[in-house]
């Protein structure tokens, strides 16, 4: 009896978990995918499925930042366009600099970008979308203007600049090894630093917050800084993984940033959500994309299968959050 009870508490546990339904979704998409693509999972194909989706899953932790703390920030895909663009065309006119100058120089233009979002929505209380639409605008159009309409090819880029994102290190390209790396340091800073628990304090409740002494404005700023830092990197990257640069880089980026976090769990209404969630979202959307991509029927369905997927995510969410809340009244009640 006594084990029955125990399985069933451990089984519980397990379908409660919201990590254990992403993970058990993903084997079963990677079995269907093994089935009907088999070449799919040579291992050249699955180092190249990471390395074309490495630049999402940089901005996916950007904006998880700043969803949890109840915002958001649709500006992250015309800020790696401005980055791009400035280091193509400073590296082309410049080639005899390092290439790590290009690489602190992405995330000083993303980290300014990202703190001017943080001063709209944390100091001018300014709505997170409408604060960031704008500035969407602002920085696409600044991306023009610094590209004046021009494209980057592979023969203007440095040998240097290349290897950033493409140099093999135990065979693996360095853009996976530098996303690896910010995957670890988001998750010591959110879970074992002060200024992270903060941010998922000021997500959960805000009034408890500021009763505790946390300033609101300095969190969010803090978040979309980080963000903003993140989407610069990206931008540096994106053009160094493939070699071409224009203003139009990054288009929709941010709505791909935006699903990953969601089908990891990150709640739209902030303060809940973890990177591990948000690390299997990334493997989820990095399958979807390219099992699409190697099937030509469906491939003009993307965008489609794409929003079908936030919208299912969404309701996913809304459904484990309300189960949670049951069962904690339920728990609550068996209390009195």
């Not at 690896?180 to 670890?184: C, N, P, Q």
């Not at 936030?310 to 809304?318: C, D, G, T």
């Given at each position: 009896?006594?084990?029955?009870?125990s399985?069933?508490?451990?089984?519980?546990?397990?379908t409660?978990?919201?990590?254990?339904?992403?993970?058990?979704?993903?084997?079963?998409?990677?079995?269907?995918?093994?089935?009907?693509?088999?070449?799919?999972?040579?291992?050249?194909?699955i180092?190249?499925?990471?390395?074309?989706?490495?630049?999402y899953?940089?901005?996916?932790?950007?904006?998880?930042?700043?969803?949890?703390?109840?915002?958001?920030?649709?500006?992250?895909?015309?800020?790696?366009?401005?980055?791009?663009?400035?280091c193509?065309?400073?590296?082309a006119?410049?080639?005899?600099?390092?290439?790590?100058?290009?690489?602190?120089?992405?995330l000083?233009?993303?980290?300014?970008?990202?703190?001017f979002?943080?001063?709209l929505?944390?100091?001018f209380?300014?709505?997170?979308?409408?604060?960031?639409l704008?500035?969407?605008?602002?920085f696409?159009?600044?991306?023009?203007?610094?590209s004046?309409g021009?494209?980057?090819?592979?023969?203007?880029?440095?040998?240097?600049?290349?290897?950033?994102?493409?140099?093999?290190?135990l065979?693996?390209?360095?853009?996976?090894?530098?996303l690896?790396?910010?995957?670890?340091l988001?998750?010591?800073?959110?879970?074992?630093?002060?200024?992270?628990?903060?941010?998922?304090?000021i997500?959960?409740?805000r009034?408890?917050?500021?009763?505790?002494?946390?300033?609101?404005?300095?969190?969010?700023?803090?978040?979309?800084?980080?963000?903003g830092?993140?989407?610069?990197?990206?931008?540096?990257?994106?053009?160094?993984?493939?070699a071409?640069?224009?203003?139009?880089?990054?288009?929709?980026?941010?709505?791909t940033?935006?699903?990953?976090c969601?089908?990891?769990?990150?709640?739209?209404?902030?303060?809940?959500?973890?990177?591990?969630?948000v690390?299997i979202?990334?493997?989820?959307?990095?399958?979807?994309?390219?099992?699409?991509?190697?099937?030509p029927g469906?491939?003009?369905?993307?965008?489609?299968?794409?929003?079908?997927i936030?919208?299912?995510?969404?309701?996913?969410?809304?459904y484990?959050?309300?189960?949670?809340?049951?069962?904690?009244?339920?728990?609550r009640?068996?209390l009195?």
């Open positions: 009896m006594g084990t029955t009870e399985n069933k508490s451990i089984l519980a546990k397990m409660g978990n919201r990590n254990f339904g992403l993970l058990l979704g993903l084997v079963v998409l990677l079995i269907l995918a093994a089935i009907i693509t088999p070449s799919m999972y040579s291992v050249n194909s180092i190249n499925m990471l390395q074309n989706n490495a630049v899953g940089l901005l996916a932790i950007g904006e998880m930042m700043v969803i949890l703390t109840a915002g958001i920030d649709i500006s992250i895909g015309a800020t790696l366009s401005l980055t791009g663009v400035v193509c065309r400073l590296m006119e410049n080639p005899s600099v390092p290439a790590v100058v290009w690489v602190l120089l992405a000083v233009i993303g980290a300014l970008c990202g703190a979002n943080g001063i929505v944390g100091y209380k300014m709505v997170p979308m409408i604060a960031t704008g500035t969407m605008y602002a696409r159009g600044f991306s023009f203007l610094f004046g021009q494209w980057w090819f592979p023969h203007q880029f440095t040998e240097g600049y290349l290897k950033f994102a493409t140099l093999r290190i065979g693996i390209p360095s853009i996976l090894w530098i690896v790396l910010v995957f670890a988001a998750i010591l800073f959110l879970g074992y630093t002060s200024r992270g628990r903060r941010i998922y304090a997500g959960t409740n009034e408890s917050s500021q009763v505790a002494g946390i300033r609101e404005e300095r969190v969010v700023f803090l978040a979309m800084t980080l963000c830092a993140l989407a610069g990197l990206g931008g540096m990257l994106y053009t160094a993984n493939y071409t640069c224009s203003y139009s880089i990054g288009e929709g980026y941010e709505m940033a935006i699903a990953i969601i089908l990891g769990g990150v709640s739209i209404s902030g303060g809940k959500g973890k990177v591990d969630g690390i979202g990334f493997l989820m959307m990095a399958v979807i994309t390219y099992f699409i991509s190697l099937l469906l491939s003009v369905w993307s965008d489609a299968i794409q929003g079908a936030i919208i299912a995510a969404v309701a996913l969410n809304i484990m959050e309300r189960s949670a809340e049951r069962r904690a009244l339920k728990e009640s068996a009195i």
